[in-house]
């Protein structure tokens, strides 16, 4: 009886360790608002805004290939390109690139998908903005 209580109180904090893993990770932040991934982004280390903005670009980069844009990070970030540098771009344009109204709720992903989107093929940035400002 002590057994099973010792293996379910082992299997108990194994799976709640992993479920705050999951909560705490880079990935998990992108689901969040832009405005709240960017105070996170702003008050990280510099070994953490740079994971953190690997983990943006790449979820993003898959978003926009769900919307029709394929994306390829290596021709956008060439070699030894700090991916830090392209966020900071982004914080800078992101008042004219995107209406403030659209923000307020919509994740760093989407928001990362968009403006990976504006870099590529503009026209269809415009399409896919004009979409979600009607909708």
């Not at 983990?55 to 290596?74: F, H, K, W």
């Not at 690139?97 to 503009?122: F, K, Q, Y």
Request: proline share 7%; glycine share 4%; charged share 20%.
């Amino acid at each position: 009886m002590e057994l099973f209580f010792t293996a379910t109180t082992l299997v108990l904090v194994v799976a709640a360790y992993f479920l705050v893993q999951r909560v705490r990770s880079p990935a998990a932040h992108c689901r969040k608002q832009m405005s709240d991934w960017l105070s996170r982004f702003d008050a990280a280390t510099p070994v953490e805004q740079h994971e953190m903005a690997e983990v943006l670009l790449q979820q993003s980069a898959e978003l926009a290939a769900q919307m029709g844009v394929e994306v390829y990070l290596d021709e956008l970030l060439p070699e030894g390109a700090d991916p830090i540098e392209l966020i900071r771009t982004w914080q800078a344009q992101l008042p004219i690139a995107i209406p403030a109204h659209a923000l307020p709720n919509t994740p760093a992903r989407t928001v990362g998908a968009l403006l990976l989107i504006r870099d590529v093929e503009p026209e269809s940035f415009r399409a896919l903005l004009g979409q979600a400002v009607a909708g």
